[in-house]
């Protein structure tokens, strides 16, 4: 009975994180596909260039609480399980990134799930361990976004400063060793969900944002970009 409660609380915490919201609510608002513009993805990035800066905020906002609600989902199935968390919340970034609501056939002709890149869930199912990471994780965020100027790099900086965090706080003896695998095997899952942008960086073709794409676009007579750049998530 034990693993049963178990296996539904992973099965629901993964059909939670494959809610797409950036394609509901770019569709309410516009009528139009989200997966049809820019880079496909269903976060808040591809949303607020289908649909503008509010979708943008909002499915950003609901893919967070779609990780930070697994905390809730413990609480149902199994109270204080370290373990469960840490996998409920890496099973709502795989619905997010691979979502069964969006399931197609390839050119090739083969069944794909596709969704967003897992940052803004990831953030959530940090939260749902210890919800004052935020705090840390966000103005950090900000300042690699900001700063490094890369929308891709700042998605893979979530899951490393959350894996930081983590690690002092089991170091200080706050909180268990094991909410470190959650910010490990996460910020693999955001790796991976990104190898087209790391490419990109690795040719130095990944589009710019922040002070890097101000500058640079200042240099060519262009307009200034500041968020036009690849998904947070």
Not at 88 to 114: D, P, V
Not at 155 to 165: E, H, K, N
Request: aromatic share 10%; glycine share 14%.
């Amino acid at each position: 009975m034990e693993v049963l409660n178990y296996a539904l609380c992973v099965l629901a915490s993964y059909v939670l994180g494959a809610i797409p919201f950036g394609l509901i609510i770019v569709k309410i608002g516009t009528g139009k596909d989200v997966r049809g513009v820019g880079s496909g993805r269903t976060g808040g990035t591809n949303a607020m260039r289908a649909a503008g800066v509010f979708a943008g905020v909002l499915t950003a906002i609901f893919d967070v609480l779609k990780g930070a609600a697994t905390y809730l989902l413990v609480l149902q199935f199994s109270p204080g399980n370290a373990w469960l968390q840490v996998v409920c919340g890496l099973a709502a970034i795989l619905g997010h990134n691979y979502s069964i609501f969006l399931m197609h056939r390839n050119e090739e002709g083969k069944l794909q799930l596709t969704g967003g890149a897992g940052g803004a869930t990831c953030l959530g199912g940090a939260i749902a361990i210890w919800p004052h990471i935020w705090t840390i994780i966000l103005p950090l965020g900000l300042l690699v976004y900001i700063i490094i100027g890369y929308a891709s790099v700042t998605t893979m900086s979530i899951a490393l400063i959350a894996t930081g965090v983590f690690i002092y706080r089991a170091v200080m003896g706050y909180a268990s060793w094991i909410y470190v695998v959650y910010g490990v095997v996460s910020e693999i899952l955001l790796i991976w969900a990104l190898r087209p942008n790391i490419k990109r960086l690795i040719d130095g073709t990944e589009r710019s944002v922040g002070i890097r794409s101000y500058i640079q676009r200042s240099k060519a007579g262009k307009r200034p970009d500041f968020y036009n750049g690849d998904d947070l998530d």
